[in-house]
T-cell receptor, first 115, second 109 residues
Framework: GAVVSQHPSWVICKSGTSVKIECRSL??????MFWYRQFPKQSLMLMAT?????????EQGVEKDKFLINHASLTLSTLTVTSAHPEDSSFYIC???????????FGPGTRLTVL | GQNIDQPTEMTATEGAIVQINCTYQ??????LFWYQQHAGEAPTFLSY??LYGLEVKGRFSSFLSRSKGYSYLLLKELQMKDSASYLC??????????WGAGTKLIIKP
């Protein structure tokens, strides 16, 4: 149980284009989903927290207009990187949990390369 | 402020035992998690402690002392596949996970 999927697993795009990443909880309903970014050899960095049906809460320094998050259902959240630039190239990972004190389960991650 | 401290890197020998320590300072506390992250992959859940004591899961055990703000992850009978980063994370009073920077564990034959 507690499986989280992400799609796509990797994507290469041209600078200026937008990329959408999907995160799904496959066998549980996720009240809260999280989006992280991780640069090579660096720590996980929380970008935003999203609760189903409400606006995402973004961490300081993360541009909400650039990283659009939609948590439309209890099993699906999407992250759209708008007008992507090479500095947005990173490993994007989502996680999901049922309740506040529950374990966060991670998706396999999406590797984004912006040319 | 909130802070998680764990060693940056540790080295151990295949078949041996290693203990990775973690100290935390958070606003409130609702439990401590350990995750394993292999290079280039997402973290996977290892353990959760909220009460004092030791939780054993096969070769891995995790200990928590709330009064000392301290936890450790103990790995026994080390295998080469245990080479990974181990992330300590504490759940604060707002149910936000505060992450440590991770401990890179290198296993040598």
């Amino acid at each position: 149980g507690a499986v989280v999927s992400q799609h796509p697993s990797w994507v290469i795009c041209k600078s200026g284009t937008s990329v959408k990443i999907e995160c799904r909880s496959l066998d549980f309903q996720a009240t809260t989903m999280f989006w992280y970014r991780q640069f090579p050899k660096q720590s996980l960095m929380l970008m935003a927290t999203s609760n189903e049906g409400s606006k995402a809460t973004y961490e300081q320094g993360v541009e909400k207009d650039k990283f659009l998050i939609n948590h439309a259902s209890l099993t699906l959240s999407t992250l759209t990187v708008t007008s992507a630039h090479p500095e947005d190239s990173s490993f994007y990972i989502c996680s999901a949990r049922v309740g506040e004190a529950d374990t966060q389960y991670f998706g396999p991650g999406t590797r984004l390369t912006v040319l | 402020g909130q802070n998680i401290d764990q060693p940056t890197e540790m080295t151990a020998t295949e078949g041996a035992i290693v203990q990775i320590n973690c100290t935390y300072q958070t606003s409130g506390f609702n439990g401590l998690f350990w995750y394993q992250q292999h290079a280039g992959e997402a973290p996977t859940f290892l353990s959760y402690n909220v009460l004092y004591g030791l939780e054993v899961k096969g070769r891995f055990s995790s200990f928590l002392s709330r009064s000392k703000g301290y936890s450790y992850l103990l790995l026994k009978e080390l295998q080469m596949k245990d080479s990974a980063s181990y992330l300590c994370a504490a759940l604060d009073s707002n149910y936000q996970l505060i992450w440590g920077a991770g401990t890179k564990l290198i296993i040598k034959p």
